[in-house]
């Protein structure tokens, strides 16, 4: 098969995400990305450095040997300008959050960035938020004005209902990315079934 096809046909939207460990052996070889700096990353090591500093952790999704895409996570705080929980009654602007730091698929590999994002949710959810306090998901949405047009990964978050933490950041912002969050507690309370109680109660 030639390397343009080599992911031709396959669904990755339930593709199995596995973590990077150093008994899993993926080369990043024939690795396309959008951005040439995240195949630079995992080809040169920086992701497995992290990895081994215990400064993030990996997971990937793969086809045979063949690197699908990858997706770091690691702990962040969430700093906003307004109380955006003053209605539960907590006054804080600083919350403790998981982070999205760096989410790169194959080009060739249709759904894999997606079906990452949509499985870091669903395990931070789960797994995280039952371990110790995660209220948000938060990302640096990279946005580039070299490009033309511009590079706006902010675009991409907004599908999953990602909103930026500064509503007044002008284009092209200060720093080549713009903060965004997730409030994970609908879905914590959906994947834990305090929803469908609830219900029950109300009924």
Known sequence: MSASGKFAGVDFSEAEVEKLTPDLEVSGQGFR???????????????????????SQ??????????????????????VDEQI?????????????VKIGLLAADRRAK?????????????????????????????DALYDPDTNPPYNASSFYERFGFQFA??????PPPVPYRTMYLDLK??????????????????
């Not at 929980?85 to 959050?97: D, H, K, N």
């Not at 500064?166 to 284009?171: F, G, I, M, S």
């Open 186 to 203: 609908p879905l914590i309370d959906l994947l834990s079934g305090e929803d469908l109680e609830q219900v029950n109660i109300d009924e």
């Open 111 to 139: 759904g894999c960035g997606r079906r990452l994002v949509e499985w870091a949710l669903e395990y931070v959810a789960t797994e995280i938020a039952s371990l110790l306090g995660v209220r948000f998901m938060t990302v």
């Open 33 to 55: 990305c959008n951005r040439g700096e995240f195949v630079t990353y995992w080809r040169q090591g920086r992701v497995q450095r992290e990895v081994d500093a215990r400064i």
């Open 166 to 171: 500064n509503l007044d950041e002008v284009l």
């Open 58 to 79: 990996c997971w990937i999704i793969r086809h045979g040997d063949a690197l699908a895409g990858y997706i770091t996570l690691l702990a962040d705080k969430l700093v």
């Open 85 to 97: 929980l003053e209605e539960e009654g907590v006054q804080y602007r600083t919350f403790p959050a």
